[in-house]
């Protein structure tokens, strides 16, 4: 690095999520999810961002992990079947080793003792270098000044559409305060659940107030609530070219300015000085999700939909756009590593063009934020987390860009701008289609009669002594209600993914909240059920149901619970 002065920033920001499955079924779905996210993902992106510490590469970026995520990452159920889980893909890659070894099947053989060794390497990561704690991983990378950890609704609740401000206020305050019992501080930056925002209008208050009133200091929405118009789609993303044909980044007169004159290179505090909003960039964001153009889709790269029938590994390539899955050839690693690693090269010229090419346009220092699931990396893209590593370590060197952090970011170059942001989210046509549609609609009258009821429950609550035996009914159906409210189970029914099981889940939670809610109406609590329910759903074990108090249109913390009259 020279003296100069860098053009831009840039941060990846990289979203973090698996819906409560302990306990909630194994295979195919339940806590599958988790086994495979940690194995395909977090673990893989863990011993990544440490190695580049230890090679002293000095990278930012900005990792959030949902509330319920981190509870199941710390679950020692959860930490022990992961362990199990790790165990056995070591083992069915062995067994393909031996396989293939018999058969006389040279490559198949080759990429099977890659993969005895990858699992193997895991587990030791695993077992020795984290000691089994993968929060405990996480929380050094933020303490040591790598890594900003956001924070996001409790279950990942779709807030717009909650009808009471109770429950928004809940999921948000419980998100702050199982950050802070994960990673001893206050978190500042919040992602959205869905990048769904609901703004201030028509008495009601906008989503940047419950954020504000707890301390936080910048969210994340999608490109085209920050820019105005469609969502980008499509045309956009063919607009962009091949990747590998030279054309990957946008004109950088195109991309810069949205409608309304907005622009996804610089935050905006929204409605009020309080709290700010970051947009997705949209060439960086069109480089990696584009169907048609994005670095996954290489031919060299692994094919994610084609599984070995005996052990369920992955031999074989994307090999073609239109090729069907038995018409796949064998996968490569070695040469599927090569080209992730020329396309981190890409991407870090495409970052820095990006910034060079807004500062010309514009003359002020922006920030390029490229944001993900983090699933994407390991799991969907098996080769992502190596393009990751080689990304950070590239751009750490630039001399045009500055890894930065989204919280950092905002504390170093506040905004300039206070603007009112439309309802959107990042689902089809930019609305809240996915989550309410004519297959979902039933789930909605439910969620919000029992936002309504634990209102009531609590209020009623108020009078009685804060420690009882009625008390720990009242905290398992604030988790339950938690539970329900998740948005991945109107998801889940949309997509048709999960269908029946996000349906069962549903209507489980359901069931448990209204089997307590009686119970404490009536003054006879079954401790018993309450203790088998608890044993299943223990999920946030510091919650208050007290954050389920009446506060409609109002979202800061001073309101208390009304006491009732003695």
Known sequence: MTDAQPLGSFTFVLHSHI?????????????????????????????????????????????????????????????????????????????????????GETHAESVARFYAQHFEALLDCFDNRFGGDLIGAFRWLQDEGYVELATSAATHGYLPLFERDSSIYAQVRQGVRTYRKHFGRAPESFWLPECAYRPAKEGRIGLEAFLAAQGLRVFFVESHTILGGQPTGKAAGDALGPYGKGAAQADPAEAFEGLPGRTTFQPYFVHEPRVAAIGRNVATGLQVWSAEHGYPGDFAYREFHSKDSQTGMRYWRVTGADVELGEKKRYDPWTAFDRAAEHARHFAMLVEEQA??????????????????????????????????????????????????????????????IVELPESSWGEHGTHHVWLNDETAWMWPLINERQRRIEEIV?????????????????????????????????????????????????????????????????????????????????????????????????ETAIRVPRARR
């Open 356 to 417: 060079r090419g807004y500062r010309a346009a514009s003359g002020r220092h922006g920030i390029v934020s490229a944001a993900y699931d983090t699933e994407l990396f390991g799991h969907w893209w098996f080769e992502g987390v190596a393009w990751l590593k080689d990304a950070l370590r590239l751009l750490a060197h630039s001399e045009t860009v500055a890894l930065t952090s989204a919280g950092e970011y905002v504390r170093e170059h506040r905004p300039e701008e």
């Open 19 to 103: 819906p409560y499955a302990r306990m909630a079924g194994r295979w195919p779905h339940g806590e599958e999810w988790v086994y495979e996210a940690a194995a395909d993902t977090y673990l893989p992106l863990l011993a990544a961002l440490h190695d580049l510490a230890a090679e002293g590469v000095n990278y930012r970026l900005t990792i959030s992990l949902t509330p319920v995520l981190a509870e199941q990452l710390a679950d020692r159920y959860i930490l022990n079947e992961f362990g199990h889980y790790l165990r056995d893909l070591r083992d069915r890659a062995a067994a393909d080793v031996d396989r293939f070894q018999r058969s």
């Open 459 to 555: 209020a009623a609550a108020a009078a009685q002594p804060e420690e009882g035996p009625a008390r720990r009914a009242l905290e398992q159906l604030a988790r339950e209600l938690f539970l329900l409210e998740s948005s991945d189970w109107p998801f889940l029914v949309t997509t048709g993914q999960a269908r029946a099981y996000a349906e069962q889940r549903f209507h489980e939670h359901r069931a448990r909240f209204d089997a307590l809610a009686e119970q404490l109406e009536r003054g006879a609590v079954n401790f018993r059920y309450v203790d088998d329910v608890a044993l299943i759903d223990q999920v946030f074990d510091n919650v208050d149901p007290a954050d389920f108090a009446e506060r409609q249109g109002w979202a």
